[in-house]
């Protein structure tokens, strides 16, 4: 047998009896089976399927034990062991473990040793005790760095779960030692031993304020007063950019007294004064163990939650009551948690111990806190036992207990205190565990996209991001591709950071495709293994419930969908999703809708089995949800994105009668509710379809909705285009119907355009067909559509009523009534043009009541803009100015700019009869703009005598009379009657 030392701590460096190390390992999966052994199996043998499961956690257990068995077998020969000789591991077929009788000298046990005997050793005065003095030294002889420091095995997150937590101890362990030893040594009058020791532990931990209290005493009491108040300096600087605090008053205070040169150099015989004035700025927080983690330099952030946690610690009085950070693997609970502990640390008097139970066994964790004062409990036998003496020793006291990753109340239970001046933060991914401890819990989300942005500056450096505006660009990119996700953004920012020459926007693409999404890695974080830890926990039918969720791609769904896809009974789905939501893995709003954060939704879909059958059901299920909640725009809402989905997914999986059924489904909905994106892919694949299966007719009708899409959106050159083609198949197959429905829309256009003879003859030709046809609905139809022609084209509006009113007659025998809206709103149209306003309101109500009635989203709109125009002829600027806002408002989010340059005519409108002529004046020209985008040019000519209006008022009469006349030669143009009479009358005026 070779090996004789191992050292683990700064890294992994085995030695042979000569010191010669050892170099030559099989594989990484070797060094880390050996370290972990060498920790872990000296007094406590392991078992074989746990140390295969930690090592290989991804793989099924006889491999993992297979494995373990050829890597042991190979650890043998890499350490030089031969056949018959002595074995430094003691093997059996179930358990592994180091052999007592090796002669082997461990760094970390050796560390280990020393502090357990100072914290042991029966003296008076730790501070001024011999034995323990010498014992302080090895010790910090022996910690030179973190454990394992650098050490990965790259594909087992249990592994490295372990090691960081077994560091995090170590590093708390040592940074106590370190302290103690500083004091010992002024305590002696060992100044200048002491300020070595300080400055070993400010490397460890340089967020320590005693520590760094600590060095500008000793500085001063040298002779050295510039270099102490530097030190405060660095203090300042260090805890502003890690804890985002400044220093306390006890520092301040003898920053004062150095400032002020009241710091004596000692002489030597008052050395031993000098040295209790130390021990007693070390006092409390040397003597007051301080087990958290340090908190990350890169903390932002988290102000609601750390506002909430400081209440319900606040106001616990003596409720020991535990407070629970709940949320999702990756989401920073553990690094919140450090972050309070941290700011509450002046809190809690007799200081603040840390477990996890998830890594560590409760009975090791209770032995570490009674360690941490003074007392050993290891010869208790249960944990029962040593539970109650813990409670003992913290019942006087005043401690915050900080539990992390906490997945099981059982464990739990006895690391809790009695004491009332103990509080308990906790951390867990399980609701249920919170609730079963009474926890008081704050949900923890994903960061704001200003916290993103804040981590990417704080970890990249503003130089980093401070180039053209494409690279803050695209670090919003990658934050929002990694949907906010804290532990994603700072693996990827540390990629980054680790790669100086690598663009952003380089890894924006990459972070495009799912696999690099979840592959983030770097050191011991990686996001799937983060969420791999909740997957192994979870029960088999919960983990094909989970993986089933993936279909939906992070999108927001209904109960009775997922239980469609699952082929479940809607309750057992239920069960399982509240546990999945208990668990973090699910959110569940109070619409009873839930969700996946899109990582997981991405993990979630690696774990989807039985794809083709779940993605049949899928558009299954959304087809018949959109034939049977047509008309009804609150089941649709929530839906689209889903339904979209099954579109698409119907499309590439060539289902294409499908993809026709969902679109004879959606015709009218698209229109109604504004959806002309949507319709617009939908379209497109349906017609891949209809040429698929070779119907001729189902693409005529395809181009003909699709035309009627392009005409809501002001797309004329397009719906002309999708018309003509419409029209051919429709000639060549002799459908009556389809022609006159196309010539009608085919007028629409023209009308639109202001081409009125031609959107005349076309109307007619379709009126002349649909009455041979004998269809009262598009007969009414095309009597409105002839309303508006000859209310763009005659002074008189008789004609107009009476086809108005024709369509109306038409629709009292039609079950459908869409059609009423528009000739409601000719009627209103007329009635204004009369000066009938009362008639007009009561038309422009009725229009109103139906299209709310219908949901259908532009009409609504546009009877708002009659009312509107109403109460403007009728001077009610401040009603009007208020209906014009909520009306454009309504619009934008449609996209309609047709509809959107009409309400900015009449808000401009209302600020030029209210004197605000500024504001009159830009919203007029972003009213041209939005007429020029569509191409009228009626209204363009009408918000240009708008603006001719404004300069006369401004004085500029010249300017308006210019403005007027270009308008009079546009309608001329277009032999457009009532522009034409308008800008005569104004220059008449003008004259």
Same mark, same amino acid.
């Given at each position: 047998?070779?090996?004789?030392?191992?050292?683990?701590?700064?890294?992994?460096?085995?030695?042979?009896?000569?010191?010669?190390?050892?170099?030559?390992?099989?594989?990484?999966?070797?060094?880390?089976?050996?370290?972990?052994?060498?920790?872990?199996?000296?007094?406590?043998?392991?078992?074989?399927?746990?140390?295969?499961?930690?090592?290989?956690?991804?793989?099924?257990?006889?491999?993992?034990?297979?494995?373990?068995?050829?890597?042991?077998?190979?650890?043998?020969?890499?350490?030089?062991?031969?056949?018959?000789?002595?074995?430094?591991?003691?093997?059996?077929?179930?358990?592994?473990?180091?052999?007592?009788?090796?002669?082997?000298?461990?760094?970390?046990?050796?560390?280990?040793?020393?502090?357990?005997?100072?914290?042991?050793?029966?003296?008076?005065?730790?501070?001024?005790?011999?034995?323990?003095?010498?014992?302080?030294?090895?010790?910090?002889?022996?910690?030179?760095?973190?454990?394992?420091?650098?050490?990965?095995?790259?594909?087992?997150?249990?592994?490295?779960?372990?090691?960081?937590?077994?560091?995090?101890?170590?590093?708390?362990?040592?940074?106590?030692?370190?302290?103690?030893?500083?004091?010992?040594?002024?305590?002696?009058?060992?100044?200048?031993?002491?300020?070595?020791?300080?400055?070993?532990?400010?490397?460890?931990?340089?967020?320590?304020?005693?520590?760094?209290?600590?060095?500008?005493?000793?500085?001063?009491?040298?002779?050295?007063?510039?270099?102490?108040?530097?030190?405060?300096?660095?203090?300042?600087?260090?805890?502003?950019?890690?804890?985002?605090?400044?220093?306390?008053?006890?520092?301040?205070?003898?920053?004062?007294?150095?400032?002020?040169?009241?710091?004596?150099?000692?002489?030597?015989?008052?050395?031993?004064?000098?040295?209790?004035?130390?021990?007693?700025?070390?006092?409390?927080?040397?003597?007051?163990?301080?087990?958290?983690?340090?908190?990350?330099?890169?903390?932002?952030?988290?102000?609601?939650?750390?506002?909430?946690?400081?209440?319900?610690?606040?106001?616990?009085?003596?409720?020991?009551?535990?407070?629970?950070?709940?949320?999702?693997?990756?989401?920073?609970?553990?690094?919140?948690?450090?972050?309070?502990?941290?700011?509450?640390?002046?809190?809690?008097?007799?200081?603040?111990?840390?477990?996890?139970?998830?890594?560590?066994?409760?009975?090791?964790?209770?032995?570490?806190?009674?360690?941490?004062?003074?007392?050993?409990?290891?010869?208790?036998?249960?944990?029962?036992?040593?539970?109650?003496?813990?409670?003992?020793?913290?019942?006087?006291?005043?401690?915050?207990?900080?539990?992390?990753?906490?997945?099981?109340?059982?464990?739990?239970?006895?690391?809790?205190?009695?004491?009332?001046?103990?509080?308990?933060?906790?951390?867990?991914?399980?609701?249920?565990?919170?609730?079963?401890?009474?926890?008081?819990?704050?949900?923890?989300?994903?960061?704001?996209?200003?916290?993103?942005?804040?981590?990417?500056?704080?970890?990249?450096?503003?130089?980093?991001?401070?180039?053209?505006?494409?690279?803050?660009?695209?670090?919003?990119?990658?934050?929002?591709?990694?949907?906010?996700?804290?532990?994603?953004?700072?693996?990827?920012?540390?990629?980054?950071?680790?790669?100086?020459?690598?663009?952003?926007?380089?890894?924006?693409?990459?972070?495009?495709?799912?696999?690099?999404?979840?592959?983030?890695?770097?050191?011991?974080?990686?996001?799937?293994?983060?969420?791999?830890?909740?997957?192994?926990?979870?029960?088999?039918?919960?983990?094909?419930?989970?993986?089933?969720?993936?279909?939906?791609?992070?999108?927001?769904?209904?109960?009775?969908?997922?239980?469609?896809?699952?082929?479940?009974?809607?309750?057992?789905?239920?069960?399982?999703?509240?546990?999945?939501?208990?668990?973090?893995?699910?959110?569940?709003?109070?619409?009873?809708?839930?969700?996946?954060?899109?990582?997981?939704?991405?993990?979630?879909?690696?774990?989807?089995?039985?794809?083709?059958?779940?993605?049949?059901?899928?558009?299954?299920?959304?087809?018949?949800?959109?034939?049977?909640?047509?008309?009804?725009?609150?089941?649709?809402?929530?839906?689209?994105?889903?339904?979209?989905?099954?579109?698409?997914?119907?499309?590439?999986?060539?289902?294409?009668?499908?993809?026709?059924?969902?679109?004879?489904?959606?015709?009218?909905?698209?229109?109604?509710?504004?959806?002309?994106?949507?319709?617009?892919?939908?379209?497109?694949?349906?017609?891949?379809?209809?040429?698929?299966?070779?119907?001729?007719?189902?693409?005529?009708?395809?181009?003909?909705?699709?035309?009627?899409?392009?005409?809501?959106?002001?797309?004329?050159?397009?719906?002309?285009?999708?018309?003509?083609?419409?029209?051919?198949?429709?000639?060549?197959?002799?459908?009556?119907?389809?022609?006159?429905?196309?010539?009608?829309?085919?007028?629409?256009?023209?009308?639109?355009?202001?081409?009125?003879?031609?959107?005349?003859?076309?109307?007619?030709?379709?009126?002349?067909?649909?009455?041979?046809?004998?269809?009262?609905?598009?007969?009414?139809?095309?009597?409105?559509?002839?309303?508006?022609?000859?209310?763009?084209?005659?002074?008189?509006?008789?004609?107009?009523?009476?086809?108005?009113?024709?369509?109306?007659?038409?629709?009292?025998?039609?079950?459908?009534?869409?059609?009423?809206?528009?000739?409601?709103?000719?009627?209103?149209?007329?009635?204004? #043009?009369?000066?009938?306003?009362? &008639?007009? *309101?009561?038309?422009?109500?009725? $229009?109103?009541? %139906?299209? !709310? @009635?219908?949901? /259908?989203?532009?009409?609504?709109?546009?009877?708002?803009?009659?009312?509107?125009?109403?109460?403007?002829?009728?001077?009610?600027?401040?009603?009007?100015?208020?209906?014009?806002?909520?009306?454009?408002?309504?619009?934008?989010?449609?996209?309609?700019?047709?509809?959107?340059?009409?309400?900015?005519?009449?808000?401009?409108?209302?600020?030029?009869?209210?004197?605000?002529?500024?504001?009159?004046?830009?919203?007029?020209?972003?009213?041209?703009?939005?007429?020029?985008?569509?191409?009228?040019?009626?209204?363009?000519?009408?918000?240009?005598?708008?603006?001719?209006?404004?300069?006369?008022?401004?004085?500029? #009469?010249?300017?308006?009379?210019? &403005?007027? *006349?270009?308008?009079?030669?546009? $309608?001329?143009? %277009?032999? !457009? @009657?009532?522009? /034409?009479?308008?800008?005569?009358?104004?220059?008449?005026?003008?004259?």
């Amino acid at each position: 047998m070779s090996l004789k030392k191992v050292v683990l701590f700064d890294g992994f460096r085995p030695f042979e009896a000569d010191n010669k190390p050892i170099t030559k390992f099989y594989s990484q999966k070797t060094k880390a089976l050996l370290a972990y052994l060498l920790l872990e199996a000296i007094d406590r043998p392991q078992t074989r399927l746990h140390l295969a499961g930690l090592l290989w956690p991804d793989f099924p257990d006889s491999r993992a034990r297979r494995n373990l068995s050829q890597t042991l077998t190979a650890l043998r020969k890499d350490l030089g062991e031969r056949a018959g000789a002595e074995s430094i591991f003691l093997t059996t077929t179930q358990h592994v473990s180091i052999n007592p009788a090796a002669d082997l000298t461990i760094d970390v046990i050796e560390f280990k040793k020393r502090v357990t005997a100072v914290h042991t050793h029966p003296h008076k005065d730790l501070i001024r005790c011999d034995d323990c003095l010498i014992w302080l030294e090895e010790a910090t002889g022996f910690y030179t760095g973190p454990l394992l420091n650098q050490f990965e095995t790259g594909d087992s997150n249990l592994f490295e779960n372990w090691m960081s937590a077994a560091r995090e101890e170590l590093l708390q362990q040592a940074i106590s030692t370190f302290n103690q030893l500083a004091q010992a040594y002024s305590s002696r009058g060992r100044l200048a031993d002491a300020l070595l020791i300080v400055d070993r532990l400010i490397q460890l931990a340089p967020w320590q304020e005693a520590a760094h209290r600590l060095r500008m005493l000793l500085l001063a009491q040298q002779g050295q007063r510039i270099a102490a108040l530097n030190q405060y300096e660095v203090l300042c600087d260090v805890l502003m950019s890690e804890l985002g605090v400044s220093p306390s008053a006890e520092t301040d205070d003898l920053y004062d007294q150095i400032l002020a040169g009241e710091i004596e150099i000692p002489s030597a015989d008052t050395q031993l004064e000098a040295s209790r004035a130390i021990d007693e700025i070390q006092a409390t927080e040397s003597l007051s163990p301080f087990q958290a983690p340090s908190v990350s330099p890169h903390f932002v952030g988290r102000q609601r939650e750390i506002d909430l946690i400081d209440d319900l610690l606040a106001d616990a009085g003596a409720d020991v009551t535990p407070v629970a950070l709940v949320g999702m693997g990756g989401i920073g609970k553990t690094a919140l948690a450090a972050h309070m502990s941290h700011q509450f640390k002046p809190r809690f008097a007799d200081g603040v111990l840390w477990g996890n139970p998830a890594l560590s066994n409760p009975l090791d964790i209770l032995d570490v806190w009674a360690q941490a004062y003074g007392n050993d409990f290891t010869h208790l036998p249960d944990i029962e036992s040593k539970a109650t003496a813990v409670r003992g020793v913290l019942a006087d006291k005043n401690v915050l207990i900080v539990l992390d990753n906490v997945d099981d109340v059982a464990s739990v239970r006895p690391l809790l205190p009695s004491g009332d001046g103990c509080q308990v933060l906790l951390t867990t991914r399980n609701m249920e565990v919170a609730s079963a401890l009474n926890a008081r819990h704050v949900r923890m989300r994903e960061f704001s996209a200003k916290s993103s942005a804040k981590l990417m500056i704080r970890i990249l450096g503003e130089t980093r991001l401070d180039g053209p505006p494409e690279q803050m660009s695209d670090a919003t990119r990658i934050s929002e591709q990694l949907h906010h996700l804290p532990l994603a953004i700072e693996i990827a920012a540390q990629r980054l950071r680790s790669r100086p020459n690598m663009p952003l926007a380089a890894l924006a693409m990459r972070l495009e495709n799912t696999q690099q999404r979840l592959g983030l890695k770097i050191s011991d974080q990686a996001v799937r293994s983060s969420f791999e830890v909740s997957w192994e926990g979870l029960p088999e039918l919960t983990q094909e419930v989970f993986g089933a969720i993936g279909i939906f791609e992070g999108r927001s769904f209904a109960v009775e969908a997922l239980a469609a896809v699952t082929e479940l009974d809607i309750f057992d789905v239920e069960d399982e999703l509240y546990s999945l939501v208990a668990l973090s893995l699910v959110k569940q709003d109070e619409n009873q809708r839930y969700q996946q954060h899109p990582l997981l939704a991405d993990f979630a879909a690696e774990k989807l089995t039985d794809l083709s059958a779940k993605q049949g059901r899928f558009i299954n299920y959304y087809l018949t949800f959109a034939e049977t909640n047509k008309e009804m725009f609150e089941a649709l809402e929530p839906e689209w994105s889903n339904i979209n989905s099954a579109i698409a997914r119907a499309g590439d999986a060539a289902e294409w009668e499908s993809v026709l059924a969902f679109t004879d489904a959606l015709k009218s909905s698209w229109l109604r509710y504004g959806r002309y994106a949507d319709a617009d892919r939908a379209y497109s694949r349906a017609e891949t379809a209809a040429k698929r299966v070779g119907l001729d007719s189902r693409s005529a009708h395809n181009y003909l909705r699709w035309a009627e899409i392009d005409i809501e959106k002001s797309s004329y050159i397009t719906a002309s285009e999708r018309l003509k083609f419409s029209e051919s198949l429709f000639m060549r197959l002799e459908e009556d119907d389809g022609i006159a429905k196309t010539f009608y829309f085919q007028a629409f256009v023209a009308l639109d355009q202001n081409k009125f003879a031609e959107a005349e003859e076309l109307i007619l030709h379709s009126w002349k067909i649909l009455k041979e046809l004998g269809d009262p609905y598009e007969e009414a139809k095309a009597a409105t559509l002839l309303a508006y022609i000859y209310f763009e084209t005659q002074d008189l509006t008789r004609k107009t009523i009476e086809f108005a009113e024709q369509a109306l007659e038409l629709l009292e025998s039609s079950s459908q009534n869409e059609t009423a809206i528009s000739a409601f709103k000719i009627l209103a149209y007329a009635h204004i #043009r009369d000066g009938s306003l009362d &008639q007009a *309101e009561d038309f422009a109500k009725q $229009a109103l009541s %139906l299209s !709310h @009635q219908l949901r /259908k989203k532009a009409e609504i709109a546009d009877a708002l803009r009659l009312l509107l125009t109403i109460n403007i002829r009728r001077g009610n600027y401040e009603y009007a100015e208020k209906q014009a806002e909520e009306c454009l408002a309504q619009i934008q989010r449609l996209g309609n700019k047709r509809y959107e340059a009409m309400i900015l005519f009449r808000l401009a409108q209302i600020y030029f009869r209210t004197d605000r002529l500024l504001e009159a004046k830009e919203t007029s020209q972003k009213s041209m703009t939005a007429y020029t985008l569509v191409k009228d040019r009626i209204g363009f000519g009408f918000v240009c005598s708008l603006i001719g209006e404004i300069n006369l008022k401004e004085g500029e #009469r010249l300017k308006a009379v210019e &403005q007027w *006349e270009k308008v009079k030669q546009l $309608a001329d143009e %277009l032999n !457009h @009657q009532r522009l /034409k009479k308008h800008v005569q009358l104004l220059l008449e005026h003008a004259s």
